[in-house]
């Protein structure tokens, strides 16, 4: 059975950092980009990054870019995304995803993916 899970999740202080993982299960990320999203309360889901099934290729959000760094171990079947100086409005629960095909650039929050994590719930407050 195809899975992600994600963890890494929990209260920081704004300014601090955390990282986070997504674990794949029944299934090999090799040939899977991942995309990070987040869902803050009352809001819809939004996209924050995205990295190719090389990890040649990454993309962000306006919001995140050169504060979160997307990475990935396919011997590990795992993807991290790193966040620092994390802010207030960075507070959500956080999804990874698998799609069989590329990010498409600045497209990856409107794509199909095939699998979704249960998310991690990331609360920055002080």
């Known amino acids: 059975q195809p899975q992600l899970v994600e963890s890494g999740g929990g209260l920081v202080q704004p300014g601090g950092s955390l990282r986070l993982s997504c674990a794949a299960s029944?299934?090999?990320?090799?040939?899977?980009?991942i995309g990070w999203f987040r869902q803050a309360p009352g809001k819809e889901r939004s996209g924050v990054s995205c990295i190719t099934n090389s990890g040649g290729s990454t993309v962000y959000s306006d919001s995140v870019k050169g504060r979160f760094t997307v990475s990935r171990d396919n011997a590990k079947n795992m993807v991290y995304l790193q966040m620092n100086s994390l802010k207030p409005e960075d507070t959500a629960v956080y999804y990874c995803a698998a799609r069989s095909g590329g990010c498409g650039g600045t497209n990856y929050p409107i794509l199909p993916y095939d699998y979704w994590g249960q998310g991690t719930q990331v609360t920055v407050s002080s």
């Open positions: 029944g299934f090999s990320l090799d040939y899977y980009a």
